[in-house]
Nanobody, 121 residues
Framework: QVQLVESGGGLVQAGGSLRLSCAAS????????MTWYRQAPGKQRELVAHITKPGSTNYADSVKGRFTISRDNAKNTVFLQMNSLKPEDTAVYYCNANLQPRGSFIMSDYWGQGTQVTVSS
């Protein structure tokens, strides 16, 4: 059984920083892309940052220059370093991993449970 567990959310003042982590555990054969999404109250879930296995990255325009996504392939873990946080960054942050469990022949998407990030003004 594959699980994604996020950590690192919390309450921070505007201008502050947080670092989110998401670890994929269980019987995993291989992991492909890993992605952070967020969903603010009353809004649709949106892509924040995306990283391929070799390390190519992509960011939403709203976070470019402030957020950095990285990963540790040996530990099937993805990170999101968030600097210069703004109140509009307040949301539940979810990680997504496209991976192939052992015993499966296909890649599938798995989601974490979400972690709350609140930025006060």
């Amino acid at each position: 059984q594959v699980q994604l567990v996020e950590s690192g959310g919390g309450l921070v003042q505007a201008g502050g920083s947080l670092r989110l982590s998401c670890a994929a555990s269980g019987s995993i054969f291989r992991t492909n892309t890993m992605t952070w999404y967020r969903q603010a109250p009353g809004k649709q879930r949106e892509l924040v940052a995306h990283i391929t296995k070799p390390g190519s990255t992509n960011y939403a325009d709203s976070v470019k220059g402030r957020f950095t996504i990285s990963r540790d392939n040996a530990k099937n873990t993805v990170f999101l370093q968030m600097n210069s946080l703004k109140p509009e960054d307040t949301a539940v942050y979810y990680c997504n991993a496209n991976l192939q469990p052992r015993g499966s022949f296909i890649m599938s998407d798995y989601w974490g449970q979400g972690t709350q990030v609140t930025v006060s003004s």
